[in-house]
């Protein structure tokens, strides 16, 4: 059963527009979140978090938002540009529990953004 | 510089040959983990350790050993027992405890 999903598996931007990427969990155990980014044959590079004290965490063109209440999460990049284009994995993680410290990972959204 | 590095890029290996996938690291962290990658399926943890010598299962260990002799080192071998091999496996290290991973840039593995 997957613990944390990504329903759209791609995306097509405009540059400059903005991108939003969304995630779902269904674990309420889970209070830390991340979002990383991979680029094909390459190993994938983390690019902002957020706890689940707070619902807003903001990193240059980065804001991530999470509502714990519908277990949703989301990345904005503002604005796009063509360097972006890769894909995005949402992650999470339990601060309790036997395997604290794991990254669930959901199974990506492939972001393209179009000069 | 500190990183974790995954050889070989490419493996080749023919069908009920074991393999084994290297991953080390200088940057002193404490846990490691083995990841595959699926077209479609994102990242599955196949095994993780905390600590050196102790090791757990992931989601899908079946087919696949490791071992953690070394802090430093945490090598996954590929059995024949496992039924699809060929993927792109990546390895990730982190402080215990703390969620920000580091990957290595992965080893894609064909099995013929």
Redesign the interface.
């Known amino acids: 059963d997957q613990q944390v999903k990504q329903n759209s598996p791609s995306l097509s931007v405009q540059e400059g527009r903005i991108s939003i990427l969304n995630c779902d969990y269904t674990n309420s155990m889970f209070d830390y979140f991340l979002w990383y980014k991979k680029y094909p044959a390459e190993g994938p590079t983390f690019l902002i978090s957020i706890s689940s004290i707070k619902d807003k965490n903001e990193d240059g063109r980065f804001t991530v938002f999470l509502n714990k209440s519908a277990k949703h999460l989301s990345l904005h990049i503002v604005p796009s540009q063509p360097g972006d284009s890769a894909v995005y994995f949402c992650a999470a993680s339990a601060s309790y529990g036997g395997s604290q410290g794991n990254l669930i990972f959901g199974k990506g959204t492939k972001l393209s953004v179009k000069p | 510089d500190g990183g ?1 590095t ?1 050889s070989p ?1 490419y493996l080749f290996r023919k069908e009920g040959q074991n393999v084994t996938l290297s991953c080390e690291q200088n940057l002193n962290h404490d ?1 490691m ?1 083995w ?1 595959r990658q699926d077209p ?6 196949i095994y ?1 350790s ?1 600590i050196v010598n102790d090791f757990q299962k ?1 989601d899908i260990a079946e087919g696949y050993s490791v071992s953690r002799e070394k802090k430093e080192s945490f090598p996954l071998t590929v059995t024949s027992a496992q039924k699809n091999p060929t993927a ?1 496996y ?1 390895c ?1 290290s ?1 402080i ?11 080893t ?1 593995l064909t099995v013929v």
């Open positions: 974790i995954q890029k846990a983990y990841y479609g399926q994102g990242l599955r943890l993780y905390q992931g792109f990546l990730a982190s215990y405890g703390n969620y920000g991973y580091t990957f290595g840039s992965g894609r």
